[in-house]
């Protein structure tokens, strides 16, 4: 079956020791997490998970069930790049005397919408928010001016649909409750 990524997101109650209850349902099946972020979601006192993975579709399914039988998880949805709105956030320390002395590191800044974040005597902080593709298409352009320091945050991410999951889904939870 064809690998190809995708973007798991589970919505939980904000407890402790979930994060390793659920990073050993991907290494039980030897899956390696591709990026992960963790931060409050629409709903208040609920947190969102957003775990990227490459796999096949069947695996990712059966992931998701595990996921779910957790008793501190709400919900969890398995998304493919077509169905949600995704960034990251890319960071690079570079010598300032290197952007000095050579133009083109701002010409590669702006051609890459990249943004200067903090410039000291020392070094320039840049920071880059696109898809993991543009962060490290502007990692490979600035390596020789000695990047000194580099770091890429996880995948953020958005359904495309007009109203959260979660949200229908506790809705129908409380329609079946409320015919009990």
Same mark, same amino acid.
């Given at each position: 079956?064809?690998?190809?990524?995708?973007?798991?997101?589970?919505?939980?109650?904000?407890?402790?020791?979930?994060?390793?209850?659920?990073?050993?349902?991907?290494?039980?099946?030897?899956?390696?997490?591709?990026?992960?972020?963790?931060?409050?979601?629409?709903?208040?006192?609920?947190?969102?998970?957003?775990?990227?993975?490459?796999?096949?579709?069947?695996?990712?399914?059966?992931?998701?069930?595990?996921?779910?039988? /957790?008793?501190? =998880?709400?919900?969890?949805?398995?998304?493919?790049? #077509? @169905?949600?709105?995704?960034?990251?956030?890319? +960071?690079? !320390?570079?010598?300032?005397?290197?952007?000095?002395?050579?133009?083109?590191?701002?010409?590669?800044?702006?051609?890459?919408?990249?943004?200067?974040?903090?410039?000291? /005597?020392?070094? =320039?902080?840049?920071?880059?928010?696109?898809?993991? #593709? @543009?962060?490290?298409?502007?990692?490979?352009? +600035?390596? !020789?001016?000695?990047?000194?320091?580099?770091?890429?945050?996880?995948?953020?991410?958005?359904?495309?649909?007009?109203?959260?999951?979660?949200?229908?889904?506790?809705?129908?939870?409380?329609?079946?409750?409320?015919?009990?």
């Amino acid at each position: 079956m064809d690998e190809q990524l995708f973007t798991v997101t589970v919505f939980t109650e904000n407890q402790v020791g979930l994060l390793n209850q659920i990073s050993i349902v991907f290494t039980r099946r030897c899956l390696n997490i591709e990026s992960l972020s963790v931060s409050p979601s629409s709903i208040n006192g609920i947190h969102k998970f957003t775990i990227t993975c490459y796999s096949n579709r069947a695996m990712m399914e059966r992931v998701v069930k595990q996921i779910e039988k /957790r008793i501190d =998880v709400l919900k969890s949805f398995l998304y493919t790049d #077509d @169905e949600i709105v995704y960034q990251e956030v890319a +960071l690079y !320390k570079v010598p300032t005397p290197r952007l000095l002395d050579d133009r083109t590191v701002e010409e590669i800044i702006r051609r890459h919408n990249a943004r200067i974040l903090e410039i000291t /005597r020392e070094y =320039v902080i840049i920071e880059k928010t696109g898809h993991s #593709d @543009e962060t490290e298409s502007l990692f490979d352009e +600035l390596k !020789k001016y000695d990047i000194r320091q580099f770091v890429r945050s996880g995948r953020v991410a958005v359904t495309k649909s007009p109203e959260e999951y979660l949200t229908m889904y506790l809705e129908e939870q409380e329609c079946r409750l409320n015919e009990l």
